[in-house]
């Protein structure tokens, strides 16, 4: 086994499923560290005081967490909400920015994916491949067909975000009967400059990992970007179709049958 690129330490990876309160905290701990302090969000429930990054969605959802034995502590985190969790919710996260009126229209079952994070040291590292190759088991078992959910890039200036936008529409276009909308409130248009006028490499190091991820996985992107004010930043819809995954996506994700 390899050393973590920060810890100096060989991790002893274990995923979990948040089963009690202190296990949800965990899971809000690390996503108060990310997303509040390194990522300048916030949100009506974030409690400053005991430092949790929580929403009036959490109780719905399922969190998956992903340890590092060898610390004891919380190092990833997941959440999902599955259809039936949505309906008791009144909805799925995602309709607070996106009609997703095409995707329930499939009548497929869907998975909505969320609040993906890790710890700063994990990064880079085989710690997103643990998370996957749970998530993967975690879909087959529940024979989801399409997942879903907003990834992010940081920051509000759609200017600054204009070549890696671009490039999303232009080459990872849902196809139309997937290609969700965001709501008009704060919609943003993705195709900003012509394919021929922007610089494909350095667009492509613009895009965050986790969205890398999703596409290498065959993931595309609904019609345009929501801008997220309280949490800082600029979202994007992704939908991944289980059944037109290939060989070589479905062994990158696991082993989804």
């Known amino acids: 086994m390899l050393l973590t690129m920060?810890?100096?330490?060989?991790?002893?990876?274990?995923?979990?499923?948040?089963?009690?309160?202190?296990?949800?905290s965990k899971a809000q701990a690390l996503r108060y560290e990310?997303?509040?302090?390194?990522?300048?969000?916030?949100?009506?429930?974030?409690?400053?005081?005991?430092?949790?990054?929580?929403?009036?969605?959490?109780?719905?959802?399922?969190?998956?967490?992903?340890?590092?034995?060898?610390?004891?502590k919380v190092v990833?985190?997941?959440?999902?909400?599955?259809?039936?969790?949505a309906e008791s919710a009144g909805q799925f996260y995602s309709e607070n920015a996106y009609d997703l009126t095409l995707l329930r229209a499939t009548g497929r079952n869907l998975l909505e994916l969320g609040r993906s994070c890790l710890h700063a040291d994990y990064r880079g590292g085989t710690a997103m491949m643990h998370l996957w190759s749970a998530l993967a088991s975690y879909i087959d078992y529940h024979n989801i067909e399409i997942m879903f959910g907003v990834a992010?890039?940081?920051?509000?200036?759609?200017?600054?975000?204009?070549?890696?936008?671009?490039?999303?529409?232009?080459?990872?276009l849902a196809p139309e009967a997937l290609r969700?909308?965001?709501?008009?409130?704060?919609?943003?248009?993705?195709?900003?400059?012509?394919?021929?006028?922007?610089?494909?490499?350095?667009?492509?190091?613009?895009?965050?990992?986790?969205?890398?991820?999703?596409?290498?996985?065959?993931?595309?992107v609904g019609e345009n970007a929501s801008v997220d004010y309280a949490f800082n930043t600029t979202d994007v819809c992704l939908v991944m179709d289980i059944s037109v995954m290939n060989?070589?996506?479905?062994?990158?994700?696991?082993?989804?049958?």
């Open 6 to 24: 920060s810890t100096g330490h060989v991790p002893r990876f274990r995923v979990a499923m948040a089963n009690t309160d202190e296990d949800l």
């Open 34 to 72: 990310v997303f509040v302090q390194e990522l300048g969000g916030s949100g009506a429930l974030v409690d400053h005081e005991f430092g949790l990054e929580r929403d009036c969605f959490d109780p719905y959802f399922d969190h998956m967490l992903l340890y590092d034995d060898a610390v004891n």
């Open 76 to 85: 990833g985190v997941y959440r999902m909400l599955r259809m039936a969790q």
């Open 152 to 172: 992010s890039f940081h920051g509000t200036d759609t200017k600054a975000l204009a070549m890696p936008l671009s490039l999303l529409y232009q080459r990872h």
């Open 180 to 220: 969700v909308k965001a709501l008009q409130k704060n919609s943003q248009n993705m195709n900003l400059i012509p394919e021929n006028r922007f610089d494909r490499k350095i667009a492509v190091r613009q895009v965050p990992a986790l969205i890398k991820g999703y596409l290498r996985l065959g993931g595309v």
């Open 247 to 257: 060989g070589r996506q479905k062994r990158i994700y696991g082993s989804i049958s």
